[in-house]
């Protein structure tokens, strides 16, 4: 099982600015066996033709796009849903061989410890038999990113007491990996764009803000998770293993 997590602040390009350097993303994407991608940006889309284009290149490479809930806020939003048959509920989730991915929708219910978004992600994780826990949304709960840093308090959720492995947000225009409270933080708001610098004294395993910087590639076995971050081209600028 393996999936891919990108940043799409445009659903025509993903901010890599074209639709063949998304085809070139996605055909990358999908030689690393992935079968799903998923970003965590606020897509809007200018016209419909730009919905059309963007699913069938990621069609074309037998891919599924998933979208961070609550961040499809444009005027295409239902012909989306048309095209998909997908709407945006509460949450979403995403069973693999052995792990879950849920998708948290941070524009409904409120969104802070002790949320109805909070209690459902309990609940929901509870019930889960898998070995391995994540998290998508869209607010970075932690980041060295300047103008986000430290991070969105009120999407730091109890995520040690749900056993959650790893949390994957955007917001900041850069890609960070931070380990905090034994917790795995993943941002990647990078999409080949104009990107954020961090805060003097940012506090990372590792980070970037390079615009080649493209997707995080998520592989799980029944021992380990693996979660790289890739260039557009498939180079490998970090790793962070997680052992269950």
Not at 34 to 39: F, P, R, T, V
Not at 90 to 115: A, I, V
Not at 153 to 163: C, E, G, I, Q, V
């Amino acid at each position: 099982d393996g999936i891919a997590v990108v940043y799409g602040e445009n659903i025509k390009t993903f901010s890599f600015r074209s639709v063949d350097t998304v085809k070139r993303l996605v055909d990358q994407v999908a030689l690393e066996g992935a079968s799903d991608l998923i970003s965590l940006g606020n897509f809007t889309a200018s016209n419909n033709q730009d919905i059309d284009d963007t699913l069938y290149v990621i069609g074309t490479a037998k891919l599924t796009l998933e979208c961070t809930l609550g961040n499809l806020d444009s005027a295409n939003r239902e012909y989306f849903i048309s095209k998909t048959g997908r709407n945006f509920p509460y949450s979403r989730s995403y069973q693999y061989t052995d792990w879950y991915f849920y998708n948290s929708n941070t524009n409904y219910l409120g969104y802070s410890p002790d949320s109805l978004q909070d209690k459902m992600m309990t609940k929901y994780f509870q019930d889960s038999p898998k070995r391995f826990r994540f998290v998508a949304l869209h607010s970075s709960p932690y980041t060295g990113g300047t103008g986000y840093s430290p991070g969105n308090t009120d999407t730091r959720l109890d995520y040690a007491d749900s056993s959650v492995d790893g949390v994957f947000s955007a917001s900041a225009n850069l890609a960070e990996y931070i380990l905090q409270g034994n917790i795995n933080y993943f941002t990647n708001g990078l999409g080949g764009g104009v990107s954020d610098t961090f805060v003097p004294g940012a506090v990372n395993v590792f980070g970037t803000n390079e615009p080649e910087a493209a997707y995080y590639l998520v592989t799980v076995n029944n021992l380990t998770a693996n979660v790289v971050l890739k260039s557009i081209d498939g180079d490998t600028i970090g790793t962070k293993i997680i052992y269950g």
